[in-house]
């Protein structure tokens, strides 16, 4: 099994976030911690015959919780999971966040993947999406994190930055690559309702057609255009795109995310955790208080516990699958469900290939560049 931690705290708010996290003092933080820690408490007699191959604890920005807790969290982790002595153990980060002993510390719990959260290395591209760092933050952040001895570093970039264009993306991944992480994540800004941006943007838009400014979103196309050039950089410096938003120096690619879209069964804890076990899909309450209240009376915090049909277990495998380049196996999906993906999906199957959309060979089936360019399109036929 995989295992998912989510600690939901930042410094402050980014202004195109609507994951569940937020800035909160340090008696919340403390009380959730001891919430979590109850939590994982909760689940261990459970899974005492799991193995957990991948842990990943995400937010938020785990790095701002105060030492000692963390500390707490990944001893009780240590003591209540078996988790395999080779375990892939990621943890994110923001620039500026993290110290040398923090790092030391949760390296000596085995965490030996970061995630550090860069976004673009244009400092007005970073205040403009609201981030508190800018970039010389984040190269002493990295060079910390050589420095402690982490030798698996995922940076994160984004496409489609207000203002963003060839010439600052250039410049972000050229920066970026400099560095040899051996894993980039290029995630497209995606405008949520109810965040600051998304208020920004309605304004922003109405204000562009009027002519008063410059400063812009890039349309679909000016986006794709934005993801073809960071796909071709990427590629040119021998980063192997093997999903559709990861790049990664063969040998390593995220474990972790791969099990995921491979349908791994993972336990999720923490304010607003996903877990995927036993063909049903459970998820916590994304209330911090209700979540600390729920844990501390003994209760598991969850807000929904669905049942995963087979028709969606089916599709699932389908869209998750064909987002790793590798794409998906005919015989996994046979072993999977007792029936020849033919039979469920043949006429999808051979409609996207004609149309160049799909291969189909060695018994394997993928997307091809260009059914890559608009994946989100396509996986939709097999919901
Ligand atoms: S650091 Fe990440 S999780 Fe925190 S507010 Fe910004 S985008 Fe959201």
Redesign the pocket.
């Known amino acids: 099994m995989e295992l998912y931690i989510h600690i939901p705290f ?1 410094v402050k ?2 202004e195109y ?1 609507d ?1 569940v ?1 937020g800035a909160y003092d340090e008696k919340v933080r403390r009380d959730y911690s001891d919430a979590l820690i109850r939590e994982i408490g909760m689940y261990a007699p459970a899974f005492s015959d799991a193995s957990f191959s991948t842990i990943y604890i995400g ?3 785990p790095s701002w919780l105060e030492a000692d807790c963390m500390d707490a969290i990944l001893d009780a982790l240590q003591k209540h999971f078996n988790i395999e002595a080779e375990a892939e153990f990621t943890m994110e980060c ?1 620039p500026g966040t993290v110290s040398a002993d923090f790092l030391h510390m949760i390296k000596s719990h085995g965490v030996c993947r970061l995630s550090i ?1 860069l976004q673009s290395t244009d400092d007005a591209e970073l205040k403009r999406l609201g981030r508190i760092h800018d970039f010389n933050r984040f190269l002493h952040t990295y060079e910390l994190a050589r420095n402690a001895g982490f030798y698996d570093i995922n940076v994160d970039i984004m496409t489609g930055i207000p203002g963003q264009n060839k010439r600052t993306l250039t410049r972000t991944l050229s920066d970026v690559i400099r560095l040899k992480p051996e894993h980039i994540s290029c995630y497209s800004l995606i405008i949520e309702e109810g965040t600051p941006f998304y208020e920004k943007y309605a304004e922003d838009l109405e204000r562009q057609r009027r002519g008063e400014i410059t400063q812009y979103l890039p349309t679909d196309d000016e986006e794709f255009e934005l993801y073809a050039l960071a796909r071709q950089l990427l590629f040119e410096a021998r980063y192997e795109q093997y999903e559709i938003s990861n790049f990664a120096r063969e040998g390593y690619e995220c474990i972790h995310n791969i099990g995921y879209w491979r349908r791994v069964p993972y336990l999720g804890l923490g304010l607003s955790a996903a877990s995927f076990y036993g063909e049903h899909r459970y998820t916590n309450t994304t209330d911090i208080y209700e979540y600390m209240d729920m844990v501390n009376s003994g209760e598991k915090p969850l807000a929904s516990d669905v049942a995963i049909s087979r028709q969606d277990a089916m599709a699932e495998f389908m869209y998750l699958g064909l987002r790793m380049t590798e794409g998906i196996s005919r015989a996994d999906f046979a072993a999977a469900f007792d029936m020849d993906i033919e039979v469920r999906y043949g006429n999808i199957i051979r409609d996207l290939v004609s149309r160049g959309m799909l291969t189909s060979a060695g018994g394997r089936i993928a997307l091809t560049p260009t059914g890559r360019d608009i994946s989100n399109q396509l996986l939709c036929e097999f919901l």
Do not use: R, V
Request: proline share 0%.
């Open positions: 930042c708010k980014c976030c994951f996290s937010g938020g920005t923001n959260g």
